[in-house]
T-cell receptor
Framework: AQKITQTQPGMFVQEKEAVTLDCTYD???????LFWYKQPSSGEMIFLIY??????QNATEGRYSLNFQKARKSANLVISASQLGDSAMYFC????????????FGGGTRVLVKP | DTEVTQTPKHLVMGMTNKKSLKCEQH?????MYWYKQKAKKPPELMFV???????INESVPSRFSPECPNSSLLNLHLHALQPEDSALYLC??????????????FGPGTRLTVT
């Protein structure tokens, strides 16, 4: 079985500052993928970034970077230079063959960016 | 066109009604998904269609009936729902059913209220 844990239910961040969202996972799969999605209050899930378990380098996409520590089974999302539009719910998710390649989501972290 | 569309955006139905949710994508994706999301919770997978065939049913009650008429369309037929079925229903698609870095593209969702 695979499990994703996000321990921060909510957090505030000052505009223009960086914020780190924690994500830890548990799986017996040797090969898996980790994803981060953003969900604004409007409801749609927006894909942000992907990290493969065999990727040697941490993934980056614009202001988003993923701090992947495989031995610690963590995949934290770093958002640099926060903007007001970053206020949303953020979900960490995992896909692996042990779970039939289904996407398993963590509980989410709500981020509120303060001006 | 990198968009998944869902109609309607909002739906209110009585417990004896029959209604359908519609999802459409024109990205040539061969896997499509239905998720249910309760307030302040992560999405929960309901169904997966791979190459227009139902490949995963997460033990969803029979009052939810999925249908994939063609590779671009996914429907969710609703009948005799309960108030606890009120939720945001998200549709997603991905290039292939499994593996790799293929992220799932989500639609904006249908907010369903059962009265």
């Amino acid at each position: 079985a695979q499990k994703i844990t996000q321990t921060q239910p909510g957090m505030f961040v000052q505009e223009k500052e960086a914020v780190t969202l924690d994500c830890t996972y548990d799986t017996s799969d040797p090969s898996y993928g980790l994803f981060w999605y953003k969900q604004p209050s409007s409801g749609e899930m927006i894909f942000l970034i992907y990290q493969g378990s065999y990727d040697q380098q941490n993934a980056t996409e614009g202001r988003y970077s993923l701090n992947f520590q495989k031995a610690r089974k963590s995949a934290n999302l770093v958002i640099s230079a926060s903007q007001l539009g970053d206020s949303a719910m953020y979900f960490c998710a995992m896909r692996g063959t042990a779970a039939g390649n289904k996407l398993t989501f963590g509980g989410g972290t709500r981020v509120l960016v303060k001006p | 066109d990198t968009e998944v569309t869902q109609t309607p955006k909002h739906l209110v139905m009585g417990m004896t009604n029959k209604k359908s949710l519609k999802c459409e994508q024109h990205m040539g994706h061969r896997a499509m998904y239905w998720y249910k999301q309760k307030a302040k919770k992560p999405p929960e997978l309901m169904f997966v269609y791979s190459y227009e065939k139902l490949s995963i049913n997460e033990s969803v009650p029979s009052r939810f009936s999925p249908e994939c008429p063609n590779s671009s369309l996914l429907n969710l037929h609703l009948h005799a729902l309960q108030p606890e079925d009120s939720a945001l229903y998200l549709c997603a698609s991905s290039p292939l059913p499994a593996g790799g870095s293929d992220e799932q593209y989500f639609g904006p969702g249908t907010r369903l209220t059962v009265t």
